[in-house]
């Protein structure tokens, strides 16, 4: 990127707790930097996207495998520098009786941004109120988690070519699955977008998110029979049934194992289709599933690292 193109300037955001925060605009500047970082690090060159003397903290009160490591990897990368800790719902002073906002204060008098994720809704959001130096939701309990969202447009993109006339399959976890309503409020940013909800009944897509939607014309459906939609699909975006959300074990119960996409499934797709899924998986996608082209769930963890190397320049490059 050229830096008198003014696209540093024209990425606005200060903090990102939403993925309605994001226009069109601000996603292709985002789509773009990731676009350069990925070429740059493929060739070994790193002297483009600069982050040092920025320090990130890292608060991470749920566990978590690529948010969290490809964060930290992104700010390395960057040649900043990053404070952790393993476990922050234990090893920091929210377990003495902290609140969000007081350790989001204290935060930032000791880097330059936060990454937060949290088991409550709403916290990156009351963080962000409070907070100086930019706060970036890493997963809000059932609520968001808008830099999956953004990884996952960019995957879209990045095999489509545009993100315009896909249909798309969300399986699984929609009620608690906050990949799933961020990436709900990412597509109403584009055209002639076509959603099928296919969930168990106790676990289905709740209502403000298909109001969103009927909001921003954007047609859905729900469907319990996956077999009928695979064939007709663009993407078959599959989660995890999350356990650790349920209150009622024998919901989960009765949600689990429901939508297994076997290799056998897999074949009634188009050709040119692709499987979607934010990991960890459980049973939903059995291994050999991963050799099949259609599978992009590995090259859509790796994209995480290029889309938040991208966000945390933009958002720090202005800071
Ligand atoms: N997709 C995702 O958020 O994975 P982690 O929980 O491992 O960060």
Not at 3 to 21: C, I, P
Not at 24 to 44: H, N, P, Q, S
Not at 142 to 170: C, E, S, W
Request: charged share 30%; hydrophobic share 40%.
């Amino acid at each position: 990127m050229d830096k008198e193109d003014g696209a540093v300037n024209r990425f606005h955001l200060k903090h990102v707790y939403e993925s309605q925060q994001f226009d069109r605009e601000l996603l292709d500047t985002l789509f773009r930097v990731a676009d350069e970082i990925k070429a740059d690090l493929i060739r070994g060159d790193r002297s483009r996207y600069r982050l040092e003397g920025k320090i990130m903290a890292s608060l991470f009160y749920e566990p978590s495998t690529r948010t969290r490591f490809s964060f930290e990897s992104a700010m390395t990368r960057l040649g900043g520098d990053i404070l952790t800790t393993e476990n922050a719902r234990k090893f920091s002073s929210a377990a003495k009786g902290e609140t969000i906002e007081d350790t989001a204060r204290i935060m930032a008098g000791y880097a330059d941004a936060i990454v937060m994720r949290h088991y409550e809704s709403g916290s990156a959001e009351r963080a962000a109120r409070v907070s100086p130096v930019p706060v970036i939701s890493a997963g809000d309990g059932a609520g968001q988690h808008p830099t999956q969202a953004l990884l996952d447009m960019y995957t879209l993109k990045d095999n489509f070519g545009q993100i315009d006339r896909l249909r798309i399959v969300m399986v699984g976890d929609l009620k608690y699955g906050r990949t799933v309503r961020s990436l709900c409020y990412l597509l109403t940013k584009y055209d002639n977008i076509e959603i099928v909800f296919a969930s168990p009944t106790v676990c289905r897509m709740e209502d403000d998110i298909k109001e969103y939607l009927d909001r921003y014309q954007v047609p859905w459906s729900e469907e319990t029979e996956l077999d009928q939609v695979l064939p007709e699909v663009d993407c078959v975006y599959m989660t995890r049934i999350q356990k650790e959300r349920f209150v009622v074990p024998e919901e989960y119960e009765e949600a689990a194992g429901k939508y297994i996409l076997t290799l056998e499934k897999v074949r009634t797709m188009k050709e040119r289709a692709i499987i979607m899924h934010p990991l960890p998986r459980v049973d939903e996608i059995p291994s050999e599933v991963d050799a099949d082209p259609r599978a992009r769930y590995f090259d859509q963890a790796q994209n995480g690292l290029y889309i938040r190397m991208a966000l945390l320049y933009l958002l720090l490059q202005q800071a």
